[in-house]
């Protein structure tokens, strides 16, 4: 919500954020890289814990150093937070300190106990992971099982008589097409529905190719949205659709370092959680004299809070609104940070990348770093489909049995 | 409204910034922007002063704007950011 009495400013509230603001209005911090799942597209690469991870102690010092600051939320994710053994601790620790705490979890620790405690404090939000609106959906992203984890979570949380969890999903090509079933579902659970951008960060590199949305879908979700969107959030995560026309309602820009920002699991603070890479690195909050110190006197952020020149994209009668769109997304596709977005509603930044790639000059920039388990687990997603060799004619012929005697089985002599 | 008692929200907080102000609701989670100092004013005054016509004038909005700050103190309301105060003093 926006107050605009008197007489309308527009832009001017846009223009302060993007100037910076001396803290971030509310900031991601990823508690241990420690996951018992291994989604195919995790943002953060997450797996195993790091052994630099923060202590107990480091963990409250910057819960204190937030509330010096007035950051009045902070969202906690992983990995999956809750396998901290102190996590219950620290979210505790946060609220007492009025830091209010909304965390991200694939629900498979929220029990029936937890569950109650969570009904019985105020100042906790909740997000449930969710990939799909059905097993087949979820469990092809974010492996076997996930789907009814998730499920089971937020039956607990309902039957605890928690108000008001999330169900967080990232859109991908597979679920788009249940956007209507998500929202029901979140209906059922007395939930309120959260939808994201998929990023090409982390393990999403690669599988983002596969799984962004495509053009058609980009234009499907965006009318949901316009249709449907009020009681349904997107952490202004895709201001990218505003160049179809009319701004998505919320903040439309790139908060990157300027309103928004990182803490991973071991005190290294990033422009944005979709941009865990060295060249997104702003410091390290144990090292360089605090988080505050980070987030005002960074060269990275100062960087990020001058005035941008747009590039290519200046000269597009939708800038005003997309702004460039997504900087993580551009990086991660091997675009440049001042070009278009790879997902330009406008079609720019696939002509881009085609560009690009005909050129040879297309670079995916290398991880940073990556927490991924060494050997895979029966968590891991298969993300195998069964379908027929497209070049069998006619393409819905079955495939030739192998018991099949006849020389010439399968065998389709071309027309003449 | 003009003539009635209100007051913040105990459960708000109010972060000054250049701008005016960030408003958070830590109960319901509502985030808000006072996007004019005059504005974070006379939320503040509004449980120093008997009715919000008072706190307007404490905060120095000249009447023409009344109405207009009436209307964005309304849109406050909805959230929860600010409240009715039941007793007719200052608490």
Redesign the interface.
Known sequence: ??????RP?PG??IE?FELG???P??LTWELTYACNLECAHCLSSSGRRDPRELTTEQCEAVIDELQRM?V??VNIGGGEPTIRSDFWHLLQYAVDH?V?V?FSTNGSRITPERAQFLAST??V?VQISLDGATAEVNDYVRGPGSYDTALKALQNLQDAGFQDAKISVVCTRQNIGQLDEFKALADRFGATLRLTRLRPSGRGADVWDELHPLPEQQRELYDWLMARGEDVLTGDSFFHLAAFGEPLPGLNLCGAGRVVCLIDPIGDVYACPFAIHDNFLAGNLLTDGGFKQVWQTSELFRELRSPQTGGACAKCEFFDTCRGGCMAAKFFTGLPLDGPDPECVQGYGESALDQLNQSGGRTIPAASQDHSKAGPTRNQPVMLTLTRRPDLTPPSAPPTSACAESPLAGFTPPSI | MLDEPWTLSP?V?L?P???GA?A?H??N????????PE?VAVVRALGEQPDVRSALVAAGVPEA?HA??A??LA??A??DMIRPRSEGVAA
């Open positions: 919500m926006t107050i605009a009495p008197a400013t001017t509230l302060e603001l001396d803290a209005i509310c007035q009045f939320y009025q209010g909304k105020d100042y939000d | 459960s907080a972060r910034e250049s701008f960030l958070y830590f109960g989670r509502k985030l808000t922007f006072l996007k004019r504005l704007q207009a700050y209307d964005a849109g406050l909805r959230t």
